[in-house]
Nanobody
Framework: QVRLVESGGGLVEAGGSLRLSCAAS????????MRWYRQTPGKQRELVAE???????DYADSVKGRFTISTDNAKNTVFLQMNSLKSEDTAVYYC????????????WGQGTQVTVSS
């Protein structure tokens, strides 16, 4: 059973930085995509950033140039470095692990709250 545990959320002033972490445990398929999503009340979950097991990355236009996704493969951990935070970045951030092979399973973390005060 795969488990994802996020950490690093909190309260920060606009213009500040936070670093989110998501540690995956259990069997991790070699070919996978790790993603960060975020969600605010009443809105759909929004894809923020993703990184493939091959190292390719992609970002939502709203965070390009401010957020960086990276991994520590030895520790099965994905990070989201968030700089120049804005009030509109306030949301619950969720980690997602998508197996490209290995049956195509998909897993979610429990979420971590990020609040940016203006």
């Amino acid at each position: 059973q795969v488990r994802l545990v996020e950490s690093g959320g909190g309260l920060v002033e606009a213009g500040g930085s936070l670093r989110l972490s998501c540690a995956a445990s259990g069997y991790i398929c070699r070919r996978n995509v790790m993603r960060w999503y975020r969600q605010t009340p009443g809105k759909q979950r929004e894809l923020v950033a993703e990184i493939t097991s091959g190292g390719s990355t992609d970002y939502a236009d709203s965070v390009k140039g401010r957020f960086t996704i990276s991994t520590d493969n030895a520790k099965n951990t994905v990070f989201l470095q968030m700089n120049s935070l804005k009030s509109e970045d306030t949301a619950v951030y969720y980690c997602n692990l998508d197996f490209v092979t290995c049956g195509g399973a998909n897993f979610w973390g429990q979420g971590t709250q990020v609040t940016v005060s203006s």
